[in-house]
């Protein structure tokens, strides 16, 4: 658990001072690929980490949680984008002479033209607004209000959402079933004769193989979407790696100037608070699970495996449900979000059951058998596919326009930031009760707490304030030929 925290704990520093260049040049891709590349070298590297030098496997999942975290941001910027410039939307927009906010269509062209005709545009040196918007984009199509909770643009978020996590879980279930698969054969072999671990090894070996060829997939399938330029002065020598401290210090202000902004938008700044402590309840429910499962009930490896799928599908399964589910009763994506917090408080209280006496003496119900957490990792797997889905596209509407990235890189570290709390403080109860059912108490706890703000977030407020506060951003700071310099003048090597 310890180990965990401070992974991701890493990873949060980590996207703090990255993410946010997201927004800017080809940085989106290039990012995406070196911690996919990155990422899936530390997995392999995991076959030459034998018992005697287990603190470098350690230093390796540090690298790859943090890698992986990392990647999911860059991903999840591009949702917005890939929204923007859906043909469908494109086509509906072009009627009313309305430009959406997003970046350039084409990949390959280097201009920044989505935001305006202007090529000489370019955004403000923190991040957060579009620069040379024109102003039918928020009087046009859009107009001055910012469409329904209902509305086109969410619902095509939702769908690519959603999409997205299933087809993730999808592929998490293929190669979970071969590791499986590879896992049981390779400890029958002689392998297993010479290290006990080896088998293990070359199963990370093949996760690290997949998920550096799926990388490449990547780098030739999806599209560059060029962002505008960060500095125009070429830096050889020591002076790259200069610039490079520079663009680091830009993204911790990006980050603060992102904070400032979220501050004064109080559907962003509710939806956020309730985020913190959701991931951090769900951070906690993974890794207490896989702790209880083995210690408490002594599951084998294989087994831990299968329980693994069983979430795995069943989140799956639930991506895909929870739109169906949501449709059908007419809820608001905040009311989805809520329905899947109350199902995900089962688990723990479910946990807690086995302190009364009776349902102890029994000797089954409240996690007391092992077959028991298997229902448990199926209502586990639906819920954290709905609320991955839900939670990013919802955030995703209350998004200042030409500021994805950024926003995102602050919606994981505020995901991040929290997920080594919760852990830290359920190490602390096990290691002080020598049961790790107490941390069930705390877990049932924080789970709840994110409900009523979750409740409260209006998203129509939300999106006209975030329409609002780009457009205010853009004429406060003096236009885009003043900033453009001003970012020169901080990023540029001298």
């Known amino acids: 658990m310890y180990t965990f925290s401070l992974a991701v704990l890493v990873q949060a520093l980590t996207l703090i001072s990255f993410s946010a260049l997201a927004d800017y040049e080809n940085n989106r891709k290039t990012l995406l690929m070196v911690f996919g590349f990155a990422g899936a070298l530390a997995s392999m ?161 093949l996760v690290g193989i997949w998920w550096g060829a799926f990388t490449l997939v990547t780098r030739n399938l999806l599209k560059t979407r060029p962002g505008p330029p960060l500095d125009t002065v070429s830096t050889k020598g020591t002076g790259r790696w200069r610039a490079w401290l520079r663009l680091v210090g830009f993204a911790w202000k990006s980050l603060w100037e992102t904070v400032k902004v979220a501050s004064k938008l109080r559907e962003v700044l509710m939806f956020l608070v309730a985020w913190f402590l959701l991931s951090d309840a769900m951070a906690t429910v993974s890794g207490t699970a896989i702790l209880f499962a083995r210690t408490e009930l002594k599951l084998s490896t294989p087994l831990i495996g299968l329980l693994s799928i069983t979430a795995t599908v069943s989140g799956m399964t639930g991506a895909f449900l929870w739109p169906h589910v949501s449709r059908y009763f007419g809820l608001q994506p905040n009311h989805t979000i809520i329905l899947c917090i109350v199902l995900f408080e089962l688990i723990p209280l479910y946990g807690l059951l086995a302190y009364i006496p009776f349902i102890k003496n029994w000797g089954v119900f409240g996690l007391q058998r092992p077959w028991e957490i298997f229902p448990l990792a199926v209502v586990h797997g639906v819920v954290s596919g709905g609320l991955a889905s839900y939670c990013r596209s919802f955030f995703g509407l209350l998004i200042p326009p030409g500021s994805e990235a950024a926003f995102y890189a602050l919606y994981a570290a505020t995901d991040k930031g929290s997920s080594f709390i919760g852990p830290a403080i359920v190490g602390a109860l096990v290691d002080a009760t020598g049961q790790v059912r107490s941390g069930f108490f705390f877990i049932a706890v924080i789970i709840i707490l994110p409900i009523p703000l979750v409740w409260m977030v209006n998203a129509d407020k939300g999106r006209r304030e975030g329409l609002a506060m780009a457009e205010s951003l853009e004429k406060s700071h003096g236009g885009p030929a003043e900033y453009a310099e001003e970012a020169e003048g901080l990023l540029a090597s001298r």
């Open 45 to 205: 590297l995991f076959v030459f980490i034998a018992p005697p030098v287990f603190v470098l496997g350690s230093i390796l999942v540090v690298v790859g949680v943090t890698c992986l975290g990392s990647s999911f941001v860059v991903l999840n910027s591009y949702l917005p984008v890939l929204v923007a410039n859906d043909p469908s939307l494109q086509e509906g927009k072009a009627d009313d002479g309305a430009e959406m906010s997003s970046f350039d269509r084409d990949g390959g062209n280097s201009g920044w033209n989505a935001w305006g005709n202007d090529d000489a545009d370019d955004d403000s040196l923190d991040g957060l607004q579009p620069s040379g918007q024109p102003q039918g984009s928020l009087e046009g199509g859009m107009g001055p209000k910012a469409p329904p909770s209902s509305s086109p643009e969410l619902q095509l978020s939702t769908k690519i959402s959603s999409r997205g996590i299933g087809l993730g879980y999808c592929a998490a279930v293929f190669v979970q079933i071969i590791s499986i698969i590879m896992l049981i054969t390779l400890s029958k072999t002689s392998l297993a004769k010479v290290s006990a671990t080896l088998p293990m090894r070359f199963v990370l070996l």
